[in-house]
């Protein structure tokens, strides 16, 4: 029973973090109408709304690969960091090419949805609920000369 509750809440979890993703996009795309403060603010709660939801879900971390690389965070994580540095950037760059305003946010509404989708499927491929174990670092090897 805890295991079926324990995957319900990662659902809900990743599912919240998605769609916060996906409005902290179209707020970023749409920072000109809503003026610095108000953009600032709300991109600000929406990724924060997103750490909060992410609580208690963990990027998959194989030990062996851990103990190879000198840095590496679980699987996905990378994919994870590229796609959040995206939803700030893109929607704005695509929307401050359209002039008018109802075309406007009829785009960053489906520029929230791809990015939400897009959220939706790095975290349900590289995350789990379940905690990981912590690699185990090697220590490096140096050479005398």
């Not at 749409?30 to 750490?51: D, K, N, P, S």
């Not at 990027?59 to 996905?76: I, K």
Request: proline share 4%.
């Amino acid at each position: 029973m805890r295991r079926k509750g324990t995957e319900r809440a990662w659902r809900w979890r990743v599912g919240a973090a998605s769609a916060l993703v996906g409005a902290a996009g179209v707020v970023g795309g749409l920072r000109q109408e809503l003026g610095l403060a108000w953009g600032l603010t709300l991109f600000a709660v929406a990724v924060l709304g997103v750490l909060v939801a992410l609580r208690g879900v963990h990027h998959r971390v194989n030990p062996a690969q851990a103990r190879r690389s000198v840095f590496y965070a679980g699987a996905g994580s990378t994919a994870w960091v590229l796609l959040l540095m995206r939803a700030g950037v893109i929607p704005g760059l695509v929307l401050s090419v359209i002039g008018d305003a109802g075309l406007r946010a009829v785009v960053s509404g489906v520029l929230g949805a791809v990015l939400a989708a897009a959220a939706h499927g790095i975290l349900a491929a590289t995350t789990t609920a379940e905690v990981q174990p912590r690699p185990e670092p090697v220590p490096l090897q140096r050479t005398s000369r």
